[in-house]
């Protein structure tokens, strides 16, 4: 999960859909999926499993709920 997530954070914002990118971000409606390679992962279930994580207190917790004014998790590159 932890890969997928640091190669979409430095593929930039209107990159051209291309077989030779490292990470692909399909956004529809109602979530987005990243394509690395021949994996697909959707954002939602990368979340869900970051969060059961932190509630075991499994994950590394870096991330703050409370850190966006709309109680969104807030991440940086």
């Known amino acids: 999960?932890?890969?997928?997530?640091e190669?979409?954070?430095?593929?930039?914002?209107?990159?051209?859909a291309d077989d030779e990118a490292d990470v692909t971000v399909v956004a529809g409606p109602d979530?987005?999926?990243?394509?690395?390679?021949?994996r697909s992962e959707s954002f939602a279930d990368l979340r869900r499993e970051a969060e059961a994580e932190r509630a075991t207190g499994d994950g590394a917790g870096t991330g703050r709920?409370?850190?966006a004014p709309d109680g969104r998790e807030v991440a940086s590159p």
């Not at 999960?1 to 997530?5: D, G, I, N, S």
């Not at 979530?31 to 021949?38: P, S």
Request: no cysteine.
């Open 1 to 5: 999960r932890r890969e997928v997530l």
């Open 7 to 16: 190669l979409a954070a430095r593929t930039g914002p209107g990159a051209v």
């Open 31 to 38: 979530d987005a999926r990243f394509r690395a390679g021949d």
């Open 65 to 67: 709920a409370d850190a």
